[in-house]
C-alpha cells in the first residue's frame, strides 16, 4: 500500500516513518501527481498559515478534496484536523472542508501547556499515550461522526466514513497502532 504523506510543511518524517514501520510505502506529497500514487492521506500537524498557503499554491486543495470525494481515507493530526474541519469556532480561517466538525484552535493553551496523557481509544484494546501541543478540540459534530476520543473532557479523535481527525501526536510514541488501524483494510471501508 503507498499511504501519501503532505510533506509541504510540519512534522511529515515521523509520519513517514511510523507509515514504513507499518510495512506501508509512503510517499512525500507536495504536488497533485503525488497524491495520484497514493492510495491514502495523512495531513500532519504543523502552522495551519504556512500550510494552507502552500496546499493552494500547489493545487493541491482541489486534489485533496476530490480524492476525499472518491472516498480515499485521509488521516489529520492535529493541525491537519484543523485543515480538514468544515468550520473553526471563532476564526475565519480556510479550511478543506473535509470533516462536518467544529474546531477549537488550542483548545488546552499555548505552547507551554503541551501535555501528554493516556487516553482510551475507541476500537482499541487498551489505552494509548497521546501526546498534545497546541492542540484543538472538537466542539461540534454533524450526524455522521463519531466520537473515537476524549482527553479532559473534550473530543480530541473522530471519524466520518474514511475520514479520520486527531488532536494529538501519535506519530511522536512508538504506539504504532492508530497507523495500523488507518492503514487496515477496515479503515478503508465506506
Not at 9 to 15: A, M, S, T
Not at 150 to 157: D, E, F, H, N, S
Not at 165 to 189: I, M, V, W
Amino acid at each position: 500500500m503507498r499511504v501519501g504523506v503532505l510533506a509541504l510543511q510540519g512534522d511529515f518524517e515521523k509520519h513517514s516513518d511510523a507509515v514504513k514501520a507499518c510495512g506501508a510505502d509512503a510517499v512525500e506529497v507536495r504536488m497533485p501527481e503525488d497524491l495520484e500514487l497514493c492510495e491514502r492521506l495523512i495531513i500532519p500537524g504543523g502552522e495551519s498559515t504556512t500550510l494552507e498557503i502552500l496546499i493552494r499554491r500547489h493545487g493541491l486543495d482541489e486534489a485533496i478534496r476530490e480524492r476525499a470525494m472518491q472516498g480515499m481515507p485521509i488521516w489529520g493530526t492535529c493541525m491537519g484536523m484543523i485543515l480538514m474541519a468544515k468550520r473553526i469556532q471563532g476564526r475565519d480561517q480556510w479550511s478543506l472542508g473535509l470533516l462536518d466538525v467544529t474546531i477549537v484552535r488550542n483548545a488546552f493553551g499555548s505552547q507551554v501547556h503541551s501535555f501528554e496523557e493516556r487516553i482510551a481509544f475507541s476500537g482499541l484494546d487498551s489505552p494509548m499515550d497521546a501526546v498534545f501541543i497546541r492542540a484543538p478540540a472538537v466542539v461540534e459534530t454533524g450526524g455522521g461522526v463519531a466520537v473515537l476520543a476524549l482527553a479532559r473532557g473534550k473530543i480530541v479523535a473522530v471519524r466520518e466514513r474514511a475520514l479520520l481527525g486527531t488532536a494529538f501526536h501519535p506519530e511522536l510514541t512508538p504506539d504504532r497502532r492508530l497507523h495500523q488501524l488507518f492503514l487496515s483494510d477496515h479503515f478503508g471501508n465506506r
